[in-house]
């Protein structure tokens, strides 16, 4: 970002970077503390996967909105952070603009739900929108607009001249995104009470959001890890009809057993059916008769070598499997890393943050 602003020959502005988020070098530090690590899915321990040989790439904190708006306070126009809320990033200008205090649970709340709003952009002006139907333009859909108050209250809206629709109903299926405990919402902030949430249609593409009311946080931070967990390979073929979803089943028939034969197995191999059973299998009826089937499979393990193997097993399904197969332009599959998410909990007083700003 420096270097950028000096190409352009931008002078006078103030970039605040804030770091103290990354932890990857001080995870021993907290073994030797005695400091869980446990996984919030699974409850096993990221150390014990140290010591079976699993390669830990990353791991952050979730760090508060307090040193973005230190940062804001030091006169910075551009932040650089590392692993912060999306919520935070919506709460720290109003925390600035506003002055809000750190203890005023119930407006901290109401930042946290205008960033949960507009933390997916248009996904809460019509996109991924139940009723598309009734979204105007999409080609050309408006990202969203907070305009917020000094006491909590605020309103999404769009530009003018933009598609896409914001309504009660476009709001209320934003907030549902990635939702837990609509009671508590936890950040770093605060805990957002979401059953408070009161919406409003104010005009067009206009909804008024408030009523919002919250609680203090927890002691800790969420942590975000993440450790080598093997390969992936996965590869599609299209099967074309009459008869294309017995034609697909074949063929992967087929590329299982002659993976088998040269005693290549998995323990989790995925085989689907695209455009039968894919999203609704076991909902929906099949037809008898389907124009094509996009045959999808994919494999996952420690040993990259049999990965690898197994992506040299689809092209020859074209010749050597049964008739009306194509689609094969991707070319062979290669394998790829398998970074796996590991959600942990760390006490905040082990987390020290630093902000600096300087002026280009």
């Given at each position: ?331 062979r599959p290669k394998p790829q890393e398998i970074v796996a998410f590991f959600p942990a909990l760390i006490p905040k007083h082990l987390i020290k943050t630093e902000v600096t700003v300087e002026e280009v």
């Open positions: 970002v420096f270097a950028v602003a000096k190409k352009l020959g931008i002078k006078g502005l103030k970039i605040g970077v804030v770091s103290g988020d990354n932890i990857l070098g001080r995870i021993r530090e907290f073994e030797s503390q005695n400091i869980a690590m446990k996984s919030m899915d699974t409850g096993e321990s990221l150390y014990d996967l140290m010591k079976q040989g699993n390669e830990i790439m990353s791991a952050n904190a979730y760090i508060s909105s307090k040193p973005l708006v230190e940062a804001l306070e030091k006169g910075a126009q551009v932040i650089i952070a590392g692993r912060t809320t999306d919520t935070g990033l919506a709460m720290a200008p109003m925390v600035y603009e506003f002055g809000w205090s750190w203890n005023d649970w119930n407006k901290l709340a109401a930042g946290t739900v205008a960033g949960h709003i507009i933390e997916c952009g248009a996904q809460c002006t019509g996109g991924n929108f139940t009723r598309w139907r009734d979204v105007p333009d999409m080609w050309n859909i408006g990202y969203p607009v907070v305009e917020a108050h000094p006491d909590g209250t605020f309103f999404i809206t769009k530009h003018d001249g933009t598609g896409g629709l914001v309504s009660v109903d476009t709001i209320s299926e934003q907030l549902l995104y990635e939702m837990g405990d609509p009671h508590a919402y936890i950040t770093p902030d605060v805990i957002a009470d979401f059953t408070s949430i009161r919406l409003e249609q104010n005009g067009k593409d206009r909804v008024k959001v408030f009523g919002i009311q919250g609680k203090p946080p927890t002691e800790f931070f969420k942590v975000s890890a993440s450790y080598l967990k093997g390969y992936k390979a996965s590869g599609q073929l299209t099967i074309s009809g009459p008869d294309a979803l017995d034609k697909a089943k074949l063929a992967a028939e087929v590329l299982w057993k002659r993976l088998e034969r040269a005693g290549i197995t998995f323990d989790d191999p995925s085989t689907e059916f695209l455009g039968v059973n894919s999203c609704h299998d076991g909902i929906v009826t099949i037809p008898q008769q389907v124009n094509e089937v996009v045959l999808r499979i994919g494999v996952k393990d420690k040993d990259k070598n049999k990965v690898d193997r197994f992506g040299k097993e689809i092209a020859p399904l074209v010749t050597s499997g049964p008739p009306g197969v194509t689609g094969f332009a991707g070319g």
